[in-house]
């Protein structure tokens, strides 16, 4: 009986130390993938908090769950208001991460938090007040009942919808929001960013301050084989760069967005696998490298920082958009713009319009059109210029449209022959298999009467 006693307490006290061990690993050397969740779920709470001025709690309950990850359920956020810092952690002290919202900047995740943090206020963005005009030169918008008949119909807008707006012939003509969302309310166009981001590049084209067959684009590939790789090729997304884009694990895409200050630094090291212009891989790496290789040829770094808005947002009179930065300063070109759905459908009009907005060329000819054009290896379904095209086969969508496409049922339908934009945003993972292309194709048809 001793002996049966002795040897219980053994188990108990060997059970103990192997908890008391195991939960000193967790806090200690916590694995990868648990701060990549921490990281995600401070970056999409701080963003949502200070950009659309959203609830942290409702941010955290619902965004942060989308993926559908059991794990995300036990994070738990702190926001500090005050200093615009929000820490995330495995039940609330393991594994923890940081973002750090910066004015003009947006949220970036960071290992060095105590370096951004700065007191700022709470800033929600407030509309600014606009002429009394039609849009897109002010904010009256006009409604068309057959449009406003499809956007009714919940089938067809999906699960998780959170705004759309149906623009034809240059004007607003339909718009439905989600619950707790409206015209005010910044969205993150997660991937559609990508095509943002190349129309910046391309407002840089038409000064002839970068061209198409540059080569020897970083500094890191200098002395190898990927000095040869074009900007065409990264637009492409023909590079021949190694990158694994797999959300579901610690990946290089989710690496570079959750885990590293320097997101280019860390896509530049890429290897190269392929050789350019041979092979489609679809990269996050692609994108910011593309946003690093237009900063650089600023020289300086606040001039970089301004060229969006001053090339881009002002012009297209985007007073929402928030395109966000790493913790070294360079732009989320892959991922991370909010902008209300009215401005995002302002972007997607400038490309309806061949890169024309008001009179003024902003876009260089031709390069809309290379959004339309399949590249050489994706069977179809990407362009030259960072969008997707229809996939061959489906009858729905009209013919000459082309898509930006985002994470969570983020998508723009732009057919310029019709002169129509379709923008749906939500929060739609891609389980609940939604297809834009039936309410593209309704609009279509309803907007022609």
């Given amino acids: 009986m001793r002996w049966a006693i002795r040897s219980l307490k053994l188990v108990c006290v060997v059970l103990l130390a192997l908890i008391v061990g195991g939960g000193a690993w967790l806090f200690f050397r916590p694995p990868e993938l648990l701060r990549v969740g921490s990281g995600y779920a401070a970056k999409i709470v701080c963003s949502n908090v200070f950009i659309a001025g959203r609830d942290a709690d409702e941010v955290l309950a619902i965004d942060v769950q989308a993926p559908g990850n059991p794990l995300l359920r036990l994070m738990r956020v702190s ?42 206020a709470d800033r929600r963005p407030q509309p600014a007040a606009g002429p009394s005009a039609l849009w897109p030169d002010g ?90 790789i074009t900007l065409a090729n990264l637009l492409a997304m023909e590079s021949g760069l190694a990158f694994n884009e797999d959300y579901g694990t610690v990946a290089d895409v989710t690496r570079m967005l959750y885990l590293e200050d320097d997101s280019a630094g860390f896509a530049a090291s890429s290897p190269l696998e392929a050789e350019p212009g041979t092979r489609f891989s679809y990269s996050s790496g692609t994108a910011v490298l593309l946003a690093r290789i237009w900063m650089n040829r600023f020289g300086d770094q606040g001039a970089a920082e301004a060229y969006p808005a001053h090339a881009l947002f002002q012009p297209l009179g985007m007073q929402s958009a928030v395109l966000e930065a790493d913790a070294v300063g360079t ?58 095209l229809p996939a061959p086969g489906n009858r729905l969508m009209p013919t000459g449209t082309f898509l930006m496409q985002g994470h969570d049922g983020q998508t723009i339908a732009i057919n310029p022959a019709l002169n129509l934009v379709v923008v749906r945003m939500g929060l739609t993972p891609s389980w609940n298999h939604y297809d834009p292309s039936p309410l593209i194709a309704a609009v279509a048809k309803a907007a022609k009467r």
Avoid at 86 to 96: D, I, R, T
Avoid at 202 to 223: F, I, M, T, Y
């Fill in 79 to 120: 926001v500090d208001r005050e200093t615009a810092h929000v820490h995330a952690a495995l039940l609330g002290f393991l594994a923890g991460n940081d973002a750090v919202y910066r004015e003009g900047h947006g949220c970036a995740v960071t290992n060095t938090p105590d370096r951004l943090l700065k007191a700022i």
């Fill in 331 to 388: 732009f989320a070109g892959s991922s991370y713009l909010y902008a209300t759905a009215r401005d995002w459908a302002r972007f997607a009009l400038l490309l309806a319009q061949d890169g024309i907005w008001q009179g003024s060329r902003l876009l260089p000819e031709g390069f809309v059109a290379m959004m339309q054009v399949p590249n050489a290896h994706s069977g179809g379904r990407y362009s030259r210029m960072q969008t997707w």
């Fill in 139 to 228: 904010e009256e918008a006009e409604s068309d009942q057959a449009v406003a008949t499809v956007l009714s119909d919940t089938a067809l807008t999906g699960e998780g919808m959170r705004a759309v707006v149906i623009v034809k012939n240059g004007r607003i003509v339909g718009e439905a929001y989600g619950s707790g969302f409206s015209k005010d309310v910044p969205l993150l166009g997660w991937s559609m960013t990508k095509t943002v981001n190349a129309a910046i590049l391309g407002r840089l084209l038409a000064e002839n301050k970068v061209s198409l067959g540059d080569r020897d684009l970083l500094p890191e590939w200098h002395g190898d084989a990927r000095r040869d």
